[in-house]
């Protein structure tokens, strides 16, 4: 059974950092990508950042602008997101997303596998 786990969440003031990480288990298949999205109270589910399994490829949602990194650990078959310059904006539950297909990996549809989520709240 495919599982996968994140963690790293938390609370941090205006302006900090977190690193969130995310484990996929239980896979008899090698991802064809990962991805990261997250959800305020009382909104819809969106799009964060997405890396396929190889590393070569990253897309990011423009709110990202710049202050958050997606990258893959194979070894570890971990995906981690890296949340620099932290705004309150950014109050969430964080999920993470495996996908065995390729396709539009924007949308919430393209994974078949998901987190159980991890909290990041942004606050002073």
């Known amino acids: 059974q495919v599982q996968v786990v994140e963690s790293g969440g938390g609370w941090v003031q205006p302006g900090g950092t977190l690193r969130l990480s995310c484990a996929i288990s239980g896979h008899t298949f090698s991802p064809y990508a990962m991805a990261w999205f997250r959800q305020a109270p009382g909104k819809e589910r969106e799009f964060v950042t997405a890396?396929?399994?190889?590393?070569?490829?990253?897309f990011s949602t423009q709110f990202v602008d710049g202050r958050f990194g997606i990258s893959v650990d194979n070894a570890k078959n971990t995906v981690y997101l890296q949340m620099d310059n932290l705004k309150p904006e950014a109050t969430a539950v964080y999920f993470c997303?495996?996908?065995?297909?390729?396709?539009?990996?924007?949308?919430?549809?393209?994974?078949?596998?998901w987190g159980q989520g991890t909290q990041v709240t942004v606050s002073s």
């Open positions: 997303a495996a996908t065995a297909r390729s396709g539009a990996l924007r949308f919430v549809s393209a994974y078949e596998y």
């Open positions: 890396i396929t399994w190889d590393g070569y490829n990253r």
